[in-house]
């Protein structure tokens, strides 16, 4: 949460961070500002609440010509989304000038101390004390702007990526990170800090991800990382992945459309490499590499948060199908604070878009602390839960910017289908024969998504029908349960309408007081195991007046006399039923969105890396 990007160099550092800045915006749109150092050494900032545009309106036709410079695009934590609250913050004195992502957690005690030194604050944030304190340091050592920082640092609790400027020393930008995530360039006499590499890959593909605990100085030739403690470190180059037409729309109104109709490649990146349906094996790396651990282990834990977390129910089904294992899925969040019983016959699976989710990290950090094996199901390459893990599995659905996950969902389901069928192979729980015939049903699987996908001008009409409801309700069993679940949550994050996915059976157990002729009742009802018990459940929504939208499977006739509306998808696995009946679903909730006339990619509230607890 929070996006920060910086440049030094010989190019003007406007444009470009304004660029970083809009690339970013899915980690916080709260509000948005700039600092630039100009040739004379002036010291210009420009903030504003609301978008990067907003931004960019408010600094027309202001000085913004400047070799070196910060931007920030904030999700509020300390402070609401106003003008003084939005970054970057001034050192008291106006010397110096500083951006963050994270959390303070200390800082009421720093500020207190501060104030008694005689600062004062313009903000709410935990941020300004930061740079005060960066100051105040400097000022009683007598010590450069860079040992001022190291030493302000050892001082603070919490968690933070920072970057700060000083107009005593502006050859120079130094960046900090600790618990939230940063990236620097490194270009030809220029340098970038970023949140992520998506700012930076259209100048230079030589990336260095910071660690926790270190710092890097930037002038525009030079790269220096130490650790808070001082000692210096050999940055570790490498080059990046993702390429420019991977973070741009490409024609589409908008990033989660896009993603949506990604979705036949971006699954078959999952799995492409990894089957051999001759051999009927799978190529899991980080699988094999625990081979022995898994043919004997008891149970599995999974933790994740969000549509992770609903990845993460599937993942449970899949393991205790194929490979019959008990697995628990929890909720990172709680896991982390609930002295959970684990020790080193544990295998703890995150699930993680990002990489980065702060809560998701931390429950890794206690399942390894217990002695765990820990294993990441990620998709940002090089981010922090691939970075702690024993071993893990990228989910390859290239970068993902619509805050409203769609395409990394299916790639973490297509990456935890192969998992337990590779599990399974090796504790011989599946034999030879079905293994070979799913391989070759999940091949079949891009092609599936592309005839779901041709549904769009169905389901906008659909959409039409339901744009105005209050409230809906999504209904599956078994793998259908996660599908309902992950549906309701697309619906909520960007129409606002509240929704709400349950087990279809356990509707009478309270949501079907909730029915009327007003509420749309979305159920996943294909042709597998429960679907006469779920044809039940739909008899008795409509007993109730509820206004049925079935998921049913290709061919089954019978459906249209049960349902109010019938959106036909290809016959599959039924192992396989996420990765096709997510796709009417994300695209209904789109088209509703849309129709709205609400921020499909930046819906309110929400961020897209949650790197705060
Ligand atoms: C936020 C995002 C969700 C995402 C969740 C977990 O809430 O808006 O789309 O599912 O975080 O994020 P992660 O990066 O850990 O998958």
Redesign the pocket.
């Known amino acids: 949460m929070c996006g920060i990007v910086a440049y030094i160099g010989y190019r003007e550092a406007y444009p470009i961070i304004i660029k970083g800045l809009k690339r970013l915006e899915y980690r916080g749109y709260d509000s948005s500002g700039v600092a630039l150092l100009t040739p004379e050494k002036n010291l210009n900032i420009y903030k504003k609440s609301g978008k990067v545009s907003d931004l960019e309106a408010h600094a027309s036709g202001k000085d913004l010509h400047a070799f070196t410079g910060m931007g920030h695009t904030r999700w509020a934590t300390h402070g609401v989304p106003n003008d003084v609250n939005a970054h970057p913050h001034l050192s008291q004195n106006g010397e110096f000038a500083i951006i963050h992502n994270g959390i303070i957690e200390n800082y009421h005690s720093l500020k207190t101390a501060l104030i008694e030194r005689g600062h004062e604050f313009k903000s709410e944030t935990d941020t300004e004390v930061l740079i005060h304190l960066i100051e105040e340091v400097h000022k009683n050592n007598i010590v450069s702007f860079e040992e001022a920082v190291r030493m302000a640092l050892t001082q603070v609790i919490g968690a933070y990526a920072i970057v700060i400027l000083s107009k005593q020393d502006p050859t120079y930008l130094i960046g900090a990170r600790k618990g939230s995530p940063m990236v620097v360039g490194i270009g030809e006499n220029e340098h970038f800090i970023a949140s992520d590499a998506t700012p930076i890959v259209e100048y230079t593909r030589n990336v260095v991800y910071l660690n926790d605990g270190e710092i890097v100085i930037i002038d525009k030739n030079k790269l220096t990382i130490k650790t808070i403690d001082n000692t210096v470190k050999t940055p570790y180059i490498h080059e990046l992945e993702i390429n420019l037409e991977s973070i741009e729309k490409g024609g589409f109104d908008h990033f989660m459309q896009k993603e949506i109709f990604e979705q036949p490649r971006s699954i078959l990146d999952s799995f492409r490499g990894r089957t051999h349906i001759n051999e009927a094996t799978i190529a899991m790396a980080g699988i094999d590499k625990f081979e022995d651990k898994l043919k004997n282990i008891k149970r599995i834990i999974i933790v ?8 993460g129910l599937v993942g449970e089904y899949l393991f205790e199908d194929f490979a019959r294992i008990p697995v628990e899925v929890e909720y ?1 969040s709680e896991f982390r604070y609930r002295n959970p019983v684990l020790d080193e016959n544990d295998f703890v699976i ?8 702060a ?2 990290l931390a429950a890794l950090e206690l399942a390894k602390s217990k002695g765990a094996t820990i294993f990441g199901v ?3 390459v090089g981010s922090s ?1 691939p970075r702690i893990t024993d071993a893990g599995a990228y989910t390859h659905a290239g970068p ?1 910017i619509g ?3 769609t395409k ?2 299916t790639a ?1 389901v297509t990456a935890l289908i192969l998992m337990a069928l590779s599990v399974a192979q090796k504790r011989g729980t599946i034999t030879t024969e079905r293994l070979r015939e799913l391989l070759i049903e999940l091949e079949t699987i891009p092609g599936k998504v592309e005839t779901a996908l041709k549904l769009d001008a169905h389901i906008k009409t659909i959409a039409e029908e339901f744009k105005n409801s209050r409230n809906a309700l999504y209904l599956g069993r078994g793998y259908g349960f996660p599908i309902a679940l992950e549906g309701a ?1 697309k619906l909520k ?1 960007i129409s606002y309408i509240h929704a709400e996915g349950y087990p279809a059976a356990e509707m009478k157990h309270g949501p079907i007081a909730l029915i009327d002729e007003e509420m749309p009742v979305v159920v996943i009802a294909t042709q597998h195991s429960n679907y006469e018990k779920v044809i039940s459940n739909i008899q008795e929504v409509r007993a109730r007046k509820g206004r049925v939208i079935a998921i049913a499977t290709e061919g089954d006739e019978h459906i249209t006399s049960q349902a109010d509306y019938v959106i036909y998808i290809p016959q599959c696995e039924e192992a396989m039923l996420p990765l096709i009946a997510s796709i009417p679903l994300q695209l209904l909730s789109y088209h509703i969105a849309v129709l709205r006339e609400c921020n499909v990619d930046q ?1 309110r509230n ?5 790197t705060v607890e």
């Not at 929400?606 to 949650?610: F, I, R």
């Open positions: 994740g948060c969000g549509t992770s977390w609903h990845a990172a995150a699930i993680s878009q990002s990489g980065e989710t809560d998701t990620c998709n940002v839960i993902e805050v409203a996950s990394a969902f973490q949550l994050e819906p929400l961020a897209k890396s949650v």
